[in-house]
């Protein structure tokens, strides 16, 4: 079974930073593109990072773009969000998703989701 | 970036009703279009991928068609479980895009 383990989320005040963990497991993690996309409270769902198996391959949402990084341990079957100077509209539930094998980008698998509030 | 516009928002039904919603994109995006499912509090269950192709596992009631910049997801025979919100999502280019949602709610 495909599980996706989100942690390292919490209340940190504007301009703070803070580091998201993924844990997969019940799969081949190297093998698969992996995404962050979140959720504002209330709001729709918003794609915000991608990152390819190898993790030379990067991309992301404009309003993230310089501030925050994604990356990947394939070793430790984890992915990462790096969030830096974080604002109010950051603010949301952060999930990680798995990309689909083969064919267009389609999200297959998702975590429970690691709440975010930025907050003073 | 391609933006999603779905319609209706909101939509009313009963079980055992067949109700479609409506997707369409800013430009073409061929056949590359996903439909999700999202109950509240919980994270969204993937139904649909290149606009008519069921995920493993996901009831045949559900069906999806479209190609270009317009398509639909339709549900047929409602059961009660299906009462949630469904979005769309391009896949056709980054920034990956979804529609704004449309909440399917027991009439």
């Known amino acids: 079974e495909v599980q996706l383990l989100e942690s390292g989320g919490g209340l940190v005040q504007p301009g703070g930073s803070l580091r998201l963990s993924c844990a997969a497991s019940?799969?081949?993690?190297?093998?698969?593109?992996m995404h962050w996309v979140r959720q504002a409270p209330g709001k729709g769902l918003v794609w915000v990072s991608r990152?390819?198996?190898?993790?030379?391959?990067?991309n992301y949402a404009d309003a993230v773009e310089g501030r925050f990084t994604i990356s990947r341990d394939n070793a430790q079957n984890t992915l990462y969000l790096q969030m830096n100077s974080l604002t109010a509209e950051d603010t949301a539930v952060y999930f990680c998703?798995?990309?689909?094998?083969?064919?267009?980008?389609?999200?297959?698998?998702w975590g429970r989701g690691a709440p975010v509030t930025v907050s003073s | 970036d391609i933006q999603m516009t779905q319609s209706p928002s909101s939509l009313s039904a009963s079980v055992g009703d067949r109700v479609t919603i409506t997707c369409r994109a800013s430009?073409?995006?061929?056949?590359?279009l996903n439909w999700y499912q999202q109950k509240p509090g919980k994270a969204p269950k993937f139904l649909i991928y290149?606009?008519?192709t069921l995920q493993n596992g996901v009831p045949s009631r559900f069906s999806g068609s479209g190609s270009g910049t317009d398509f639909t997801l339709t549900i047929s025979n409602l059961q009660p479980e299906d009462f949630a919100t469904y979005y769309c999502?391009?896949?056709?280019?980054?920034?990956?895009?979804f529609g704004q949602g449309t909440k399917l709610e027991i009439k």
């Open positions: 999502q391009q896949s056709y280019s980054t920034p990956y895009t």
């Open positions: 990152i390819n198996t190898d993790g030379n391959r990067i």
């Open positions: 998703v798995r990309d689909r094998r083969g064919g267009r980008t389609a999200f297959d698998n």
């Open positions: 430009q073409t995006i061929s056949s590359f």
């Open positions: 019940g799969f081949t993690f190297s093998s698969h593109w």
């Open positions: 290149d606009a008519s």
